[in-house]
Nanobody, 127 residues
Framework: QVQLVESGGGLVQAGGSLRLSCAVS????????MGWFRQAPGKEREFVGS???????AYADSVRGRFTISRGNAKNTVDLQMTRLKPEDTAVYYC?????????????????????WGQGTQVTVSS
């Protein structure tokens, strides 16, 4: 099993920045993708970005150029650095993990492709 715990959420003004962190524990995978998703009230969970085991990065168009995924300073952590935040970024942010058992170079964007999820952390951007 894999455990994921997000942290770093909070309230920030539009145009500000916030850094989220996802701590990973449990079993390890050789080929994996760490994804970030978000879900606003009444809306479906949407893909934000991902980092593959080889470091390949993928981002949703809505956040490209503003958000950055990287390995955290602490071991077994993945960070989501969010800048130039907008009110529409307000959502619960989740980290997720997918094991790549077939195509080792895939970067899935569907939440259904991720088997492991954190509890989520609230990000609120005020206008």
């Amino acid at each position: 099993q894999v455990q994921l715990v997000e942290s770093g959420g909070g309230l920030v003004q539009a145009g500000g920045s916030l850094r989220l962190s996802c701590a990973v524990s449990g079993r390890t995978f050789s080929y994996y993708v760490m994804g970030w998703f978000r879900q606003a009230p009444g809306k479906e969970r949407e893909f934000v970005g991902s980092m593959r085991w080889d470091g390949d990065l993928a981002y949703a168009d809505s956040v490209r150029g503003r958000f950055t995924i990287s390995r955290g300073n602490a071991k077994n952590t993945v960070d989501l650095q969010m800048t130039r935040l907008k009110p529409e970024d307000t959502a619960v942010y989740y980290c997720a993990a997918a094991s790549l058992g077939g195509n080792f170079y895939a970067s899935p964007r569907s939440s259904r492709e991720y088997a492991y999820w954190g509890q989520g952390t609230q990000v609120t951007v005020s206008s």
